[in-house]
């Protein structure tokens, strides 16, 4: 089995910095891309940033300048660097990857969400 597991969330202050971080394990033969996504109340899910296996990335417009995807390919790990957060940042934050099994299936799968609560 595969699964992603993520870290991080919490409660901070408007202006304030979270780092998530999302691992994938199990029977991994490669992973293409990796994401962050968000989900307010009443909202639907919505991309945060993305990260190809060759480290090209994009962001959502709300997010650019503040927030940084990387990734670490060896320990099969994304990571989100969220600063200057805003209240309007808060949301349960999801990450997901399209991975190649060892038995060569392609999965997209999510991991189980990490809220963030951003304050005023």
């Known amino acids: 089995q595969v699964q992603l597991v993520e870290s991080g969330g919490g409660l901070v202050q408007a202006g304030g910095s979270l780092r998530l971080s999302c691992a994938a394990s199990?029977?991994?033969?490669?992973?293409?891309?990796m994401a962050w996504y968000r989900q307010a109340p009443g909202k639907q899910r919505e991309l945060v940033a993305a990260?190809?296996?060759?480290?090209?990335?994009n962001y959502a417009d709300s997010v650019k300048g503040r927030f940084t995807i990387s990734r670490d390919n060896a320990k099969n790990t994304v990571y989100l660097q969220m600063n200057s957060l805003k209240p309007e940042d808060t949301a349960v934050y999801y990450c997901?990857?399209?991975?190649?099994?060892?038995?060569?299936?392609?999965?997209?799968?999510w991991g189980q969400g990490t809220q963030v609560t951003v304050s005023s």
């Open positions: 990260i190809t296996s060759g480290g090209s990335t």
């Open positions: 199990g029977s991994i033969f490669s992973i293409n891309h």
């Open positions: 997901n990857a399209f991975i190649i099994t060892t038995g060569r299936a392609q999965l997209d799968i």
